[in-house]
């Protein structure tokens, strides 16, 4: 599992990692109250991809970023 510290970084890698096999990736998001720390992990069984945060900006990064991939996902592009 690779930690990207840098935000455009790690949304062009999460992008390309789905572009190259849409059907088996997926992602998942976790929130650590206790450390006030919000994660977003892409995988695709092959190669894994996670990138966190503590700053509220990058958490509305992550939802427009999560909203374009579902509407990717949910097109029939596929």
């Known amino acids: ?3 990207i510290p840098n935000w455009e970084e790690f949304e062009k890698s999460a992008e390309m990692l789905y572009l190259r096999d849409p059907v088996n990736t997926r992602y998942s998001m976790k929130y650590s109250h206790s450390k006030g720390v919000f994660s977003v ?3 695709d ?3 894994c991809l996670q990138y966190k945060t503590e700053v509220q ?3 509305r990064k992550i939802d427009k970023f999560i909203s374009n991939l579902i509407r990717h996902m949910a097109s029939d592009d596929n």
């Open 57 to 59: 900006q990058d958490v």
């Open 1 to 3: 599992m690779t930690f």
């Open 45 to 47: 069984n092959k190669k």
């Open 41 to 43: 992990k892409i995988t």
